[in-house]
């Protein structure tokens, strides 16, 4: 059974950083494209960043220089480095997976389309 736990959310005040996991169980990540979305109140959701089974990433424009993508595929687990943390970064985090999407695909596509998804996280930036 495919599952995707996202942890390390939290409150943080602007300028600050965050740590986001997600412990993927029932496949392996290293196969497969993992990405982060996020969702912000009444706003659709839109993909922060993704890296595909060769490690290639991409991210969106407005994480760029600012947040780390990343995997322990011996942990079977993604996570996302956040820097220089804003306040219009605040937002559920959710962790994502599928098999044939690419990387730059899922961001572009705001993950529309990955097969399995985390629940997850709840980051929340103050200024």
Request: a positive charge; hydrophobic letters at 35%; aromatic letters at 8%.
């Amino acid at each position: 059974q495919v599952q995707l736990v996202e942890s390390g959310g939290g409150s943080v005040q602007t300028g600050g950083s965050l740590s986001l996991s997600c412990a993927a169980s029932g496949f392996s990540i290293s196969r497969n494209c993992m990405g982060w979305f996020r969702q912000a109140p009444g706003k659709e959701r839109a993909g922060v960043a993704a890296i595909d089974g060769d490690g290639s990433t991409t991210y969106a424009n407005s994480v760029k220089g600012r947040f780390t993508i990343s995997r322990d595929n011996a942990k079977n687990t993604l996570y996302l480095e956040m820097n220089s943390l804003k306040p219009e970064d605040t937002a559920m985090y959710y962790c994502a997976a599928d098999s044939w999407i690419t990387a730059s695909i899922a961001i572009k596509r705001d993950g529309n389309g990955m097969a399995y998804w985390g629940k997850g996280t709840l980051v929340t930036i103050s200024s």
